[in-house]
């Protein structure tokens, strides 16, 4: 017998699938990487924003040093912009890490954490990567025969699934690859009858896409809720994908457990100081929001034309189903990489019938709307 190295839990998980770099997909199909247009991790098809840009090149000056542990300037910019005191912030290295680092800090070995079937794919790995049980509740039914993906989270079935173990839920909203929203009040009725002993990380990733009547106030319940952690992050509406920044908002009891944990140098001098002026960037961040509705009504007006199935979307992405085989996903996946377009494919997800398409600019949807047609035609 050779050495079985690691817990068998770590053994058993099935890494993350990351989007496909533009660089790999030209050299795999021999393209021109002026020609890929990439719309497969949900990034600001904008990029940075200028301010940011010019923060970072000041930044730079003083890369020979640590970064500021504390992130002082950073955490005092988000005190002020979302109106908590600054020991209610913790910062990740993207929001990735605040979710691993919710699910080490909360939950032991012999617990359970509990999320959505067809929710975001770190919430299985951070409950995997410390070995706790799983929780997978499917979303909401129907009896109409459609997809059940539909119809997002399914907040009463998840509050029946909290056992004597569980000590953590994760709820995305909007949830990815999915885009479902749940409104405010629903959330917060929810929040209302989870008990005190179980922790909520309510991921809103995408919630500076939200149209005004969509907004709810959750950094304002998370006075009213110790057991309340709000994670966002820098890497979608604010541009900053590659710099890896994200934070939480929560009482300082959760906030203090999770700093016991965080590496002192998760988020970097660069991406502070990025940070810092993206936060304050208004102009960039409705620049976003605005380019972001236009594409989203672009292509569901595509997805209509060319009669295929798509789930609403309150996020910068769509979920778009593709055929009715379960081989259709990887099949016109595969014709859309070799036309240079790269989206994403959840198949890991348990969703082999559908792709997600980030929105893009203009000139980036039109490509992939023709290429899209192409693909199906064949
Ligand atoms: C993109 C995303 C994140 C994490 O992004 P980071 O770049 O790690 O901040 C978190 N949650 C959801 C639902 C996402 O889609």
Redesign the pocket.
Same mark, same amino acid.
């Given at each position: 017998m050779t050495t079985q190295y690691g817990p068998s839990y770590v053994r058993a998980i099935a890494p993350y699938v990351a989007g496909k770099p533009i660089s790999e997909v030209a050299r795999e199909f021999g393209l021109d990487e002026a020609h890929i247009v990439k719309l497969a991790?949900?990034e600001n098809p904008l990029g940075m924003p200028e301010s940011a840009k010019a923060a970072m090149a000041q930044a730079a000056a003083d890369l020979g040093r640590y970064p500021d542990a504390n992130a002082f300037e950073l955490k005092v910019a988000l005190s002020e912009h979302y109106g908590v005191p600054a020991d209610w912030i913790t910062l990740?290295?993207?929001?990735?890490?605040?979710?691993e680092l919710a699910a080490h800090a909360l939950v032991e070995k012999s617990q359970a954490i509990v999320y959505s079937q067809y929710?975001?794919a @770190?919430y299985a790995l951070a409950t995997q990567g410390i070995g706790a049980r799983a929780i997978v509740v499917p979303p909401k039914g129907t009896s109409s025969g459609a997809p059940a993906v539909k119809h997002g989270h399914d907040l009463d079935a998840m509050l029946k699934a909290i056992d004597a173990d569980t000590r953590l839920m994760f709820v995305?909203n909007?949830?990815?690859?999915t885009g479902t929203f749940i409104e405010g009040p629903a959330l917060e009725a929810f929040l209302e009858k989870v008990p005190k002993s179980v922790a909520v990380v309510l991921?809103e990733?995408?919630t500076e896409y939200l149209a005004a009547d969509k907004r709810y106030d959750s950094i304002a319940w998370t006075r009213r809720y110790p057991n309340l952690l709000v994670?966002r992050?820098?890497?979608?509406a604010f541009g900053l994908?590659g710099l890896? @920044?994200?934070f939480a908002i929560a009482q300082p009891e959760l906030i203090d457990l999770l700093n016991r944990l965080r590496q002192p140098f998760n988020v970097n001098t660069l991406a502070q100081a990025a940070a810092v002026a993206a936060l304050n960037d208004r102009a960039f961040l409705e620049k976003s929001a605005a380019l972001n509705a236009a594409g989203y009504r672009r292509l569901t007006e595509a997805f209509e034309k060319l009669d295929l199935e798509y789930v609403p979307s309150y996020?910068n992405f769509v979920l778009v189903r593709v055929g009715n085989d379960d081989g259709a996903g990887a099949r016109v996946n595969l014709a859309l990489l070799k036309q240079g377009v790269i989206v994403r494919p959840v198949g890991n997800y348990g969703l082999p019938q559908w792709l997600r398409v980030t929105i893009g600019l203009p000139e980036e949807n039109e490509a992939f709307i023709a290429a899209l047609e192409k693909a199906l035609a064949a």
């Amino acid at each position: 017998m050779t050495t079985q190295y690691g817990p068998s839990y770590v053994r058993a998980i099935a890494p993350y699938v990351a989007g496909k770099p533009i660089s790999e997909v030209a050299r795999e199909f021999g393209l021109d990487e002026a020609h890929i247009v990439k719309l497969a991790s949900n990034e600001n098809p904008l990029g940075m924003p200028e301010s940011a840009k010019a923060a970072m090149a000041q930044a730079a000056a003083d890369l020979g040093r640590y970064p500021d542990a504390n992130a002082f300037e950073l955490k005092v910019a988000l005190s002020e912009h979302y109106g908590v005191p600054a020991d209610w912030i913790t910062l990740g290295n993207g929001s990735n890490d605040i979710l691993e680092l919710a699910a080490h800090a909360l939950v032991e070995k012999s617990q359970a954490i509990v999320y959505s079937q067809y929710s975001f794919a @770190v919430y299985a790995l951070a409950t995997q990567g410390i070995g706790a049980r799983a929780i997978v509740v499917p979303p909401k039914g129907t009896s109409s025969g459609a997809p059940a993906v539909k119809h997002g989270h399914d907040l009463d079935a998840m509050l029946k699934a909290i056992d004597a173990d569980t000590r953590l839920m994760f709820v995305a909203n909007p949830n990815n690859p999915t885009g479902t929203f749940i409104e405010g009040p629903a959330l917060e009725a929810f929040l209302e009858k989870v008990p005190k002993s179980v922790a909520v990380v309510l991921d809103e990733a995408y919630t500076e896409y939200l149209a005004a009547d969509k907004r709810y106030d959750s950094i304002a319940w998370t006075r009213r809720y110790p057991n309340l952690l709000v994670s966002r992050t820098f890497s979608k509406a604010f541009g900053l994908a590659g710099l890896r @920044v994200g934070f939480a908002i929560a009482q300082p009891e959760l906030i203090d457990l999770l700093n016991r944990l965080r590496q002192p140098f998760n988020v970097n001098t660069l991406a502070q100081a990025a940070a810092v002026a993206a936060l304050n960037d208004r102009a960039f961040l409705e620049k976003s929001a605005a380019l972001n509705a236009a594409g989203y009504r672009r292509l569901t007006e595509a997805f209509e034309k060319l009669d295929l199935e798509y789930v609403p979307s309150y996020g910068n992405f769509v979920l778009v189903r593709v055929g009715n085989d379960d081989g259709a996903g990887a099949r016109v996946n595969l014709a859309l990489l070799k036309q240079g377009v790269i989206v994403r494919p959840v198949g890991n997800y348990g969703l082999p019938q559908w792709l997600r398409v980030t929105i893009g600019l203009p000139e980036e949807n039109e490509a992939f709307i023709a290429a899209l047609e192409k693909a199906l035609a064949a």
